[in-house]
Nanobody, 122 residues
Framework: QMLLHESGGGLVQAGGSLRLSCVATGRAINHFNMGWFRQAPGKDREPVALIRYIDASTYYNDFVQGRCTLSKDNAKNTVDLQMRNLKPEDTAIYLC???????????????WGQGVQVTVSS
């Protein structure tokens, strides 16, 4: 069983930055694909950034291209998301996830954190 604990959310003005952190406990993350999804009210959960464990290749959704950096530290059992130039439309709950299959579909991930709120004011 893996537990994921997120931190770093909050309220930020448009154009600002936030760093979201996710710490895994219970299992080592080195053989898990990991990343972040987000979910805004009334919308489906959508992938933000994902990292493939086998070669550390990354996926970034088009809406964050050039504004986010995902990093995974197997030694610390963490995966962080640095977000820059935030926009009001980035407002959502951001959730850390881990799974055995690399996919942009939320249903393919096994473990989920509780999520952190990110609110971007205009």
């Amino acid at each position: 069983q893996m537990l994921l604990h997120e931190s770093g959310g909050g309220l930020v003005q448009a154009g600002g930055s936030l760093r979201l952190s996710c710490v895994a406990t219970g299992r080592a993350i080195n053989h898990f694909n990991m990343g972040w999804f987000r979910q805004a009210p009334g919308k489906d959960r959508e992938p933000v950034a994902l990292i493939r464990y086998i070669d550390a290749s990354t996926y970034y959704n088009d809406f964050v291209q050039g504004r986010c950096t995902l990093s995974k530290d197997n030694a610390k059992n963490t995966v962080d998301l640095q977000m820059r130039n935030l926009k009001p439309e980035d407002t959502a709950i951001y959730l850390c996830t881990a799974g055995g299959q690399f996919s942009t579909k939320a249903a393919h991930y096994t473990y989920w954190g509780q999520g952190v709120q990110v609110t971007v004011s205009s």
